[in-house]
């Protein structure tokens, strides 16, 4: 059977198909989800994706930046769903989510560590779950929303429980949940560490593009003070969305510093990492890596020792 290809486009989705005898890939952007951020086309070893800017009508919000994925380049490796922080992206293989890259080891997986503690939850507060700007966080009791809670006022006797549920694999870790939470309830490390700087010298006058197009409430904000932008690291993904929709350049810098990953055994996430942080990065994680090796052949060492001394 010849090989098939398919690409098709509406508000929701962009999909891309390929079958190639037994074999059905496809790949699909969620463009609910999809910030428009450049973390996929720089992760992607094919040069398969593309981010535009998006041009505004005069006196409008800005628009996210645009996505594309050219079907003739892409070889459905992968790469772009394990690495979106968004989880905007899914492939597949025969309609399942086997990733060959993640379980070679040759690709590694984003560490989402995200801690509750339900037992500091006060009844009724939804303050976690308003903080969060992609509503990834339901809060409910006995398994009804807060908001019908006067049904459960009345109750006697032990506390009730509250049950805080997030769509981990959709959650960038900005940490708006964790710092608005009143009770400390919630722990987060982030995904990406670095830093965003706005140099105001550079931004263009009344421009707000990249606090329109920021997926994180509150990463990037205008001064009542001076009208001029400016920035929060506490909250910032590092995703780069705001890069490429601000107008001009270097008016907005940003460096990813760390990303925190499973096990890698491969050169091509080095590849990656060099697009997505620094060449410095690389070298810091290889080093890392390598003194992990180094334990690793020493503790082994050791363990035969022991043993033959027993």
């Known amino acids: 059977m010849p090989m098939k290809e ?24 969620d463009k609910n989800r999809c910030v428009g951020c450049e973390i996929c086309s720089l992760a992607c070893p094919k040069e398969a994706i593309t981010v535009s800017r998006v041009e505004k009508n005069p006196g409008e919000a800005a628009i996210k930046p645009s996505v594309d994925v ?28 086997l990733i060959s890259v993640v379980e070679k ?16 939850c006060e009844v009724g507060c939804v303050d976690c ?28 006797g032990e ?17 708006l949940c964790e710092i608005k939470c ?11 560490t670095g830093a965003i700087k706005v140099n105001r010298d550079k931004c263009p006058e009344g421009c707000r593009d990249c606090v329109d197009v920021c997926p994180i409430t509150g990463t990037l904000f205008v001064s009542e003070a001076d009208g001029k932008v400016y920035a929060d690291d506490r909250f910032c993904v590092y995703c780069g969305a705001c890069r490429i929709a601000c107008p001009v350049e270097e008016a907005l810098e940003l460096e ?23 060449p410095i990065i690389v070298t810091k994680e ?23 001394d027993e």
Not at 129 to 156: F, M, N, Q, R, Y
Not at 159 to 174: D, G, L, M, T
Not at 257 to 271: D, E, F, L, M, Q
């Open 6 to 29: 398919l690409k098709t486009e509406n508000e929701s989705f962009l999909t891309l198909e390929r079958r190639i005898l037994l074999k059905s890939y496809k790949l699909t952007l």
């Open 70 to 97: 050219d079907l003739q380049k892409c070889h459905f490796c992968g790469i772009c769903d394990v690495i979106c922080p968004f989880g905007a992206i899914k492939v597949t293989l025969n309609n399942e989510n």
């Open 105 to 120: 080891e040759t690709f590694p997986l984003l560490i989402r560590k995200i801690e509750v503690d339900v037992s500091k």
């Open 129 to 156: 779950e308003e903080a969060c700007p992609l509503d990834l966080i339901k809060v409910t009791v006995k398994g009804k929303p807060v908001e019908s809670l006067e049904a459960l006022a009345d109750i006697e």
């Open 159 to 175: 506390k009730p429980k509250v049950n805080v549920k997030i769509a981990k694999e959709f959650c960038p870790c900005c940490r």
């Open 182 to 192: 009143p009770e400390g309830a919630i722990r987060v490390r982030k995904i990406f």
């Open 256 to 278: 990813r510093r760390r990303i925190y990953h499973t096990v890698v055994r491969s050169g091509a996430w080095n590849k990656a990492l060099e697009k997505l942080a620094s």
């Open 286 to 308: 290889l080093k890392a890596r390598g003194a992990v090796k180094a334990l690793e052949s020493v503790e082994r060492r050791m363990g035969r020792r022991k043993s033959r």
